[in-house]
């Protein structure tokens, strides 16, 4: 089945550092990539995606990339912000039926 | 609008007992998800409703039964629980509708099984 691997599982940055977290994917027919993050307590929430006919996508501080070829995609998030703080999951999905999740990256931001 | 809610927001069951997770969503969408979250594990897609009427397996079945009662309402079944269905579940909604097809989370339903 589908594999995601997502990396680093924790993430410490200084306030008004960047952030990245990788992922990578094994089904070359994926073609829908979210992020989502989730406070603690609460659902996950989506804060980006990107389809796999885009290489990059940006919203505000939030950026995703995707290299189709080495079956990775990127979060990059710019200026953090303590309220940055929580947990990130990558996917993946194949026109949207099943999801398949990463195991998540715990980011940590100090003020 | 409330979105996605569960119930309950809690339950412990004993081994071998039987319980049934409630999900229901207000945004008239057509598909909805169950997934269950372990610690370090991330979700795992256990079954899925792409619109009224159809069910399919996901990655983590066994041990599960679903229902798509209508277009608002799906839930879960566990017929004999586990102490290894302890976890976390999440209900979610999408619409088809669209370009944009984000998935909805609920607030989830912490469930033990001892």
């Known amino acids: 089945g589908e594999n995601v691997e997502q990396h680093p599982s924790t993430l410490s940055v200084q306030e008004g550092d960047s952030a990245v977290i990788k992922c990578t994917y094994s089904?070359?027919?994926?073609?829908?990539f979210p992020w989502y993050k989730q406070e603690l307590g609460k659902g996950p929430q989506l804060i980006i995606d990107i389809r796999s006919n885009v290489g990059e996508k940006k919203d505000q501080r939030i950026a995703v990339t995707l290299n189709k070829t080495a079956k990775h995609f990127s979060l990059h998030i710019t200026e953090t912000q303590p309220e940055d703080s929580a947990v990130y999951f990558c996917a993946d999905s194949y026109n949207f039926n099943k999801f398949y999740f990463g195991s998540g990256t715990k980011l940590n931001v100090k003020p | 609008n409330a979105g996605v809610t569960q119930t309950p927001k809690f339950q412990v069951l004993k081994t071998g007992q039987s319980m049934t997770l409630q999900c229901a969503q207000d945004?008239?969408?057509?598909?909805m998800y169950w997934y269950r979250q372990d610690p370090g594990m991330g979700l795992r897609l256990i079954y899925y409703s792409a619109s009224e009427g159809t069910t399919d397996k996901g990655e983590v079945p066994n041990g599960y039964n679903v229902s798509r009662l209508n277009k608002r309402e799906f839930s879960l079944r566990l017929e004999s629980a586990a102490p290894s269905q302890t976890s976390v579940y999440f209900c979610?909604?999408?619409?088809?509708?669209?370009?944009?097809?984000?998935?909805?989370f609920g607030p989830g339903t912490r469930l033990t099984v001892l």
């Open positions: 979610a909604s999408r619409s088809l509708a669209g370009v944009y097809n984000e998935q909805f």
């Open positions: 089904d070359s027919a994926s073609n829908y």
């Open positions: 945004m008239n969408h057509n598909s």
